[in-house]
């Protein structure tokens, strides 16, 4: 069992940043991918992006390409989003997620094996 938890999300200004974590325990020995997926108001959840789990690539969603980064200390087992000029429509409940699936299939939420319960990230215009 893995289990996720996130952390650092809040209020914060259109064009501000704001970065999340989330700290992976228990059976973090396995090579798993990490990603972060995020739900908005009124709509589904939808991939955000996601990192190796030796770090060393990374893929992102269109809509955050160039303004989100994903990174990880694996000493640490965390995980880290950080979000640069942060839109309202960036306003959502993100989640961390973990599983064996590769890079690319992570985009794809069906079937992955371990959630965090989500952090709120609320940008106001």
């Known amino acids: 069992q893995v289990r996720l938890v996130e952390s650092g999300g809040g209020l914060v200004q259109a064009g501000g940043s704001l970065r999340l974590s989330c700290a992976a325990s228990?059976?973090?020995?396995?090579?798993?991918?990490m990603g972060w997926f995020r739900q908005a108001p009124g709509k589904e959840r939808e991939f955000v992006g996601a990192?190796?789990?030796?770090?060393?690539?990374?893929y992102y969603a269109d809509s955050v390409k160039g303004r989100f980064t994903i990174s990880s200390d694996n000493i640490k087992n965390t995980m880290y989003l950080q979000m640069n000029s942060l839109k309202p429509e960036d306003t959502a409940v993100y989640y961390c997620?973990?599983?064996?699936?590769?890079?690319?299939?992570?985009?794809?939420?069906?079937?992955?094996?371990?959630w965090g319960k989500g952090t709120l990230v609320i940008v106001s215009s």
């Open positions: 997620a973990a599983d064996v699936k590769s890079l690319m299939t992570m985009t794809n939420e069906d079937g992955v094996q371990y």
């Open positions: 228990g059976r973090t020995a396995t090579s798993y991918t």
């Open positions: 990192i190796s789990w030796t770090g060393a690539s990374t």
